[in-house]
């Protein structure tokens, strides 16, 4: 079946730590991949995108991803996190027409 | 301003009594979709429509209903509720060419069944 994995549900970081948030996506077609924020009771909102191309893909916040299609990885990356990154961090994938999303990662910073 | 709305944001209810989540985007979205979010367990699709008159199951439908008689209207039905449907949904749109399911997502009904 189709699925995203992410492998940390809950991650840490102290102010300023660099951050890597992993994402596997199990499709061999054309996928189209997605990370999305939901900060404390809010919607969701989308960080980034990759669709094609430069598989290093800069979002909003300071936030990038890298698409590294031999390992069906899409891994959300930010040098330096604040305390205003804490918020849940959602992997997805569209797959064959549904968005498939993954389990979720909890980001805590302290300040 | 771009936006998807859901109505009620909270709501809580009790065993069997019919509801309905209204969704509305005014943004000419050919897709929209329905998802429950569970702790730990992300967000999953319950039913997605392509356009107008087309639904289809996403991979939790189970005691949901859904339709689409209009192109910015997108109701969620729970005929008979029951405690196992407490979560919190969220609807979203998107145009299906071109951003290619870019979704937008509205702020979120939080539900209680009792």
């Known amino acids: 079946a189709q699925s995203v994995s992410q492998h940390n549900h809950h991650v840490i970081l102290s102010e300023a730590a660099s951050l890597e948030l992993g994402c596997n996506y199990s499709y061999g077609g054309t996928v189209n991949l997605f990370w999305y924020v939901q900060y404390p009771g809010q919607h969701l909102q989308l960080l980034l995108k990759y669709f094609s191309g430069d598989p290093l893909v800069k979002g909003i916040k300071g936030f990038e991803a890298e698409f590294i299609k031999s390992k069906f990885s899409f891994n959300l990356r930010k040098p330096s996190v604040q305390w205003s990154d804490t918020a849940e961090y959602f992997c997805a994938s569209n797959q064959g027409g549904k968005l498939i999303f993954g389990q979720g990662t909890e980001l805590s910073v302290k300040p | 301003e771009a936006q998807v709305t859901q109505n009620p944001r909270y709501l809580i209810t009790v065993t069997g009594k019919k509801l309905t989540v209204t969704c509305s985007q005014n943004m000419n979205h050919e897709y929209m979709s329905w998802y429950r979010q569970d702790p730990g367990l992300g967000l999953r699709q319950i039913y997605y429509?392509?356009?107008?008159?087309?639904?289809d199951k996403g991979d939790v439908p189970e005691g949901y209903k859904v339709s689409r008689k209009e192109k910015r209207n997108f109701p969620l039905i729970l005929e008979s509720p029951s405690p196992n449907q407490t979560s919190l949904y969220f609807c979203a749109s998107s145009f299906i060419s071109g951003s290619l399911y870019e979704q937008y997502f509205g702020p979120g009904t939080r539900l209680t069944v009792t």
């Open positions: 429509s392509m356009n107008v008159e087309v639904t």
